[in-house]
Structures are given as C-alpha cells and as structure tokens.
C-alpha cells in the first residue's frame, strides 16, 4: 500500500518536471525569437 503511493508520487513529481523543462524551453526559444526579431 505504501509502496504504490510511493509510486504515484514519483510519478507526478515526474510530469511536474516535464512540465517545467517544456516551459524553460518555450521561455529560451521565445527569448530567442525576440532577440532575432530586434536584431534583424
């Protein structure tokens, strides 16, 4: 029982840090854009 609430908790913790991968990637890739944009 303990351990299968363990295991969910892994697993949220693991969609929590994709999440916040796929947000750092759209935060750089804009940052990006824009630079390109004022640099052009």
């Known amino acids: 029982?303990?351990?299968?609430?363990?295991?969910q908790l892994k697993i949220k913790f693991i969609i929590i840090i994709k999440l916040l991968i796929d947000a750092v990637f759209i935060a750089v890739y804009r940052l990006k854009f824009n630079l390109y944009a004022l640099l052009a």
């Open 1 to 7: 029982m303990l351990q299968k609430s363990i295991k």
